[in-house]
């Protein structure tokens, strides 16, 4: 969700090569935006009278939206928005964890998600960042009926989410590194050719690096933010990781 729909449109394109066409009427100002053809993600306007901060969301699929919309209530979350369907193309609902990191709902119809991975301005990868993982895991487990794998640490609080044996998203719990401005919250990864290279544009185009350039065990990473303040990591990932 952006306050200046246009400009964003020309950060995002000018970046990852996108493209754009109008999405669901219900939404209000809205374009998909599609990369060679393939959808692989959303922006939206945010109505003048929501001081929200401007941000990626992450949306978590479900097979039936109210039903997890009420399972989010049952295990001590909140649901902000919805459900409610977005014409043919699904059912969705805003919500936010025990901790307060806000996230989606979304429940297919003739709009799956993502249609392409792997490739370079695609979303390859999505982690939340909280105070500490035990806070926060069982409401995810109880809510999406999800399986964790914890990485034994004794200064590393991280664990993994998985799906039918597959890692699908993660948990890092940062303690008191935790940005105070920004609370818990969901972090974006897109896969790009070369770090580096994403953060000069980022920069040229209006944006600011949060976290300059690191090496990480699955690849070389940075966080930034675009020119409305919406942050999200720059990967470039290791064929072997």
């Known amino acids: 969700m952006t306050r200046d729909l246009p400009a964003t449109q020309e950060f995002y394109g000018s970046l990852f090569g996108w493209e754009f066409r109008p999405g669901p009427e219900q939404l209000g100002p809205y374009v998909r935006a599609l990369l060679d053809g393939h959808e692989v993600a959303g922006i939206g306007r945010l109505p003048a009278d929501r001081h929200l901060p401007i941000a990626w969301t992450t949306y978590l699929a479900t097979d039936d939206a ?11 979350g909140t649901v902000g928005v919805g459900p409610l369907d ?37 979303p390859t990868w ?25 990485v034994v640490s004794a200064d590393f609080d991280y664990v993994t989410l998985h799906v039918d044996g597959r890692a699908v998203a993660s948990v890092h719990g940062l303690g008191q590194a935790l940005p105070r401005d920004r609370g818990p919250h969901w972090m974006t990864h897109f896969e790009v050719a070369d770090v580096d ?30 020119p409305e303040g919406a942050t999200f990591t720059l990967v470039r990932s290791r064929a072997d990781a």
């Not at 999505?126 to 914890?150: G, I, M, P, R």
């Not at 920069?203 to 976290?211: N, R, T």
């Open 126 to 150: 999505n982690e939340l960042l909280t105070l500490e993982t035990s806070s926060v895991v069982k409401f995810y487990q109880n809510v999406f009926d999800c399986t964790v794998e914890a």
């Open 197 to 226: 290279e994403a953060v000069e544009r980022v920069v040229e185009l209006g944006g600011h690096v949060v976290k300059p350039a690191w090496e990480a065990s699955y690849g070389r990473m940075a966080t930034v933010a675009d």
């Open 86 to 122: 977005a014409g043919d193309a699904g059912r969705l609902a805003i919500a936010s964890d025990p901790m307060g990191a806000v996230f989606g709902l979304w429940q297919a119809a003739a709009h799956l998600g993502t249609a392409v991975v792997g490739r370079p301005g695609t």
């Open 66 to 76: 109210d039903a997890t919309a009420e399972a989010v209530r049952h295990c001590g």
